[in-house]
T-cell receptor, first 110, second 114 residues
């Protein structure tokens, strides 16, 4: 059974609006959460992370929210730009290993 | 070179061939990883090396054979592969022992088995 799930395979957003990508996990013992971005023909690029002791981490246009009681993680991108169009993976740390979700393809339309 | 590099970027091989994938990290990290990404699936961890020692083999078939001669280089030797092994193979590195768990990925090798 998948420990990390991204239930939306794709998301389409207008340029300038907010993009919200969601991720659910099963194990309350996970202590560190990450988001990666992947363009076609490239490897995933680390974007932003959050420790389980926090509920929010912000870096420029990117903010990650952690809701531990719901075992839910989200990434907000605002304002969205066409260059943000990519596949976004959430990942959780388990003893130094990363477990990835299946990804959400974000399309930002001009 | 900076970051994590992988060669070749594309590889087509028959089921009876032997080939190798190469990964090199220029980040001074001490852990290296091989992942497989098949279409519409999450990244699957294959192998983990810490300080050149293999610490994880995620039930990978023996037709995939990793080699880590030092902390900067990682190889994946391939032999008698099956068409279902066609995928994107990604290498990553990270700093263990006090570092954060972020892993840094190479661009991947797109493998096609015919």
């Amino acid at each position: 059974d998948q420990q990390v799930k991204q239930n939306s395979p794709s998301l389409s957003v207008q340029e300038g609006r907010i993009s919200i990508l969601n991720c659910d996990y099963t194990n309350s013992m996970f202590d560190y959460f990450l988001w990666y971005k992947k363009y076609p023909a490239e490897g995933p690029t680390f974007l932003i992370s959050i420790s389980s002791i926090k509920d929010k981490n912000e870096d420029g246009r990117f903010t990650v929210f952690l809701n531990k009681s719901a075992k839910h993680l989200s990434l907000h991108i605002v304002p969205s730009q066409p260059g943000d169009s990519a596949v976004y993976f959430c990942a959780v740390n388990q003893g130094g290993k990363l477990i990835f979700g299946q990804g959400t393809e974000l399309s930002v339309k001009p | 070179e900076t970051g994590v590099t992988q060669t070749p970027r594309h590889l087509v091989m028959g089921m009876t061939n032997k080939k190798s994938l190469k990964c090199e990290q220029h980040l001074g990290h001490n852990a290296m990883y091989w992942y497989k990404q098949s279409a519409k699936k999450p990244l699957e961890l294959m192998f983990v090396y810490n300080f050149k020692e293999q610490t994880e083999n995620n039930s990978v078939p023996s037709r995939f054979s990793p080699e880590c001669p030092n902390s900067s280089h990682l190889f994946l030797h391939l032999h008698t592969l099956q068409p279902e092994d066609s995928a994107l193979y990604l290498c990553a590195s990270s700093q263990l022992a006090g570092g954060l768990p972020e892993q840094y990925f190479g661009p991947g090798t797109r493998l096609t088995v015919t």
